[in-house]
């Protein structure tokens, strides 16, 4: 099964909780200031970057396409954009 | 008549120069996610305090953080840290909405002012509110009418903030209304899931809409598609019976607007508070500032907005900005020779010419306008400069390297 990747910009997260509610496996709030973490992620200057199955891909396409700032974004294998598909 | 407090938006460090200079008597400004405007891309962060507090207090100007969305339980970690931060700081007061806040920066001794997110509407609410502040912002949807009454009643029932002073009134008086009740619109929220409350605003009342009926597919005749987008509120034609009426404090709306923008703004604010405290405020006056805020961003003026109490429904017959002059990029400030007053600038793009006006605008450079008189072009007084060029211009106020350099030229 191929993998995707969710690419989290962190910084403008202005911790409205919605991706947290649509893929809690994935997401939780920070404890310290509120803002949303993405789990098991690597990264670096506010941008993290976690794999994910394609069993956790409709939810957290839901929290992409929810996330108010457009922070949330989810690349198929080849890099390509499916946020919104 | 004493001198009603101008207070000015400071979305950066460039509005925040432009503010004092423009003469602001108070900023306000957000840090984190926590206020109105956390959708802007350049907030300020809880360690750019020391600095902002610093630049006030050499100029004597009071400092207001704004920590005014709904808060949720994630968020109070941080509603307490920005509170506790502001309190380290030295900050005059902060500007809280949700009740969590009001307790908390009350409890450590800060000096809270009411948001207008509170929508405080009457007298027992403001008697309700003394208890943890000393000024509160009144609903942007009231009469001056039930303004007046309310500041009459907080002298007669003598109604004192923490402070022990009687509480103050705020009003906005000028900038962009909102087409809901301050501080109850979901239609963000609903549309886009971004909640106008925590200061995510999507502004889509701001576009144009049709109006059918779902049954018969019929479209309603509207004459502005506008429909949800209401004119922006000016009550420089007013600010005497506003004044008169006993508010305290004025606050200019547009911490997501440029520099420019708050430089007009406040300058010409400043100016009618001053006038109308020493009595020299005339209609030739307004007439002059009128003109002056229509060259800035602007939806169309709503002179009264609320306040006179008109039939409601003015509403912006247009997307943007209706503003009489525009900004066009120019280039940038390579060089400022202190000594002598002269900034070398590249042109980058376009074209200017003697006679035209420009403004220099960067973080500590605030905002800078003058006219171009006279310049050099390799050496020799030239009459119009190209993409390309390098010139050297006479600016008596300091401009610093990087300023980013605009023509403002009639629309």
């Given at each position: 099964m191929s993998k995707c990747k969710i690419i989290h910009y962190r910084k403008n997260c202005i911790g409205?909780?919605?991706?947290?509610?649509?893929?809690?496996?994935?997401?939780?709030?920070?404890?310290?200031?509120?803002?949303?973490?993405?789990?098991?992620?690597?990264?670096?200057?506010?941008?993290?970057?976690?794999?994910?199955?394609?069993?956790?891909?409709?939810?957290?396409?839901?929290?992409?396409?929810?996330?108010?700032v457009g922070i949330i974004h989810i690349l198929d294998a080849q890099g390509k954009d499916i946020s919104f598909e | 008549m004493s001198q009603a407090e101008?207070?000015?938006?400071?979305?950066?460090?460039?509005?925040?120069?432009?503010?004092i200079k423009a003469g602001a008597n108070s900023v306000y400004f957000g840090i984190e996610q926590l206020n109105m405007r956390a959708r802007a891309a350049n907030n300020f962060k809880t360690s750019d305090l020391p600095e902002i507090v610093r630049i006030c207090?050499?100029?004597?100007?009071?400092?207001?953080?704004?920590?005014?969305?709904?808060?949720?339980?994630?968020?109070?970690?941080?509603?307490?840290?920005?509170?506790?931060?502001?309190?380290e700081n030295k900050i005059t007061a902060v500007i809280a909405s949700d009740i969590a806040a009001l307790q908390y920066a009350h409890s450590i001794?800060?000096?809270?002012?009411?948001?207008?997110?509170?929508?405080?509407?009457?007298?027992?609410?403001?008697?309700?509110?003394?208890k943890f502040a000393d000024v509160v912002v009144l609903a942007r949807e009231l009469t001056l009418n039930q303004i007046k009454k309310i500041i009459q009643e907080i002298k007669k029932d003598n109604i004192l903030g923490p402070s022990g002073e009687l509480v103050k009134i705020e009003l906005f008086a000028h900038g962009a209304l909102?087409?809901?009740?301050?501080?109850?619109?979901?239609?963000?929220?609903?549309?886009d899931n971004a909640s106008a409350n925590r200061g995510a605003c999507t502004q889509n009342c701001r576009r144009a809409y049709r109006v059918t009926d779902e049954e018969t597919g019929e479209e309603l005749v509207v004459d502005n598609k506008y429909i949800m987008s209401p004119k922006d509120l000016c009550t420089i034609g007013f600010l005497d019976k506003i004044i008169g009426a006993g508010v305290s404090v004025l606050k200019l709306e547009g911490r997501g607007r440029s520099a420019d923008y708050v430089h007009t703004v406040t300058k010409c604010y400043r100016e009618a508070a001053e006038a109308v405290a020493a009595g020299t405020y005339?209609?030739?006056?307004?007439?002059?500032?009128?003109?002056?805020?229509?060259?800035?961003?602007?939806?169309g003026f709503w002179h009264g907005g609320y306040y006179l109490g008109k039939e409601l429904g003015e509403w912006s017959g247009e997307y943007g900005s209706q503003a009489t002059k525009q900004n066009e990029y120019i280039g940038h400030?390579?060089?400022y020779?202190?000594?002598?007053?002269?900034?070398?600038?590249?042109?980058?793009?376009?074209?200017?010419?003697?006679?035209?006006?420009?403004?220099?605008?960067?973080?500590?450079?605030?905002?800078?306008?003058f006219k171009l008189e006279n310049f050099f072009l390799d050496g020799v007084p030239g009459k119009v400069a190209k993409k390309g060029n390098t010139i050297t211009i006479p600016v008596t106020e300091r401009l610093r390297i990087n300023d980013k350099i605009f023509l403002s030229k009639d629309r």
């Open positions: 409205c909780n919605s991706c947290t509610e649509h893929a809690p496996g994935n997401w939780e709030i920070d404890a310290t200031d509120g803002k949303a973490n993405l789990k098991r992620a690597n990264g670096k200057d506010d941008v993290f970057i976690a794999e994910i199955s394609e069993l956790e891909l409709a939810d957290n396409q839901r929290a992409a396409q929810d996330c108010p | 101008i207070m000015s938006p400071a979305g950066s460090f460039a509005s925040l120069h432009t503010a207090s050499e100029n004597n100007v009071k400092t207001y953080l704004t920590v005014n969305t709904i808060l949720y339980d994630h968020d109070l970690v941080m509603m307490k840290k920005i509170c506790d931060a502001a309190k001794g800060l000096e809270i002012h009411i948001s207008t997110q509170q929508n405080v509407s009457n007298i027992e609410a403001v008697r309700f509110f003394a909102c087409v809901a009740i301050s501080g109850k619109c979901y239609m963000s929220l609903a549309t005339t209609k030739e006056k307004i007439e002059a500032w009128t003109a002056e805020l229509a060259t800035v961003y602007n939806r400030v390579t060089n020779f202190r000594k002598t007053s002269i900034a070398e600038i590249i042109i980058e793009t376009g074209e200017i010419k003697i006679g035209d006006d420009l403004f220099a605008t960067g973080d500590n450079t605030g905002v800078v306008k």
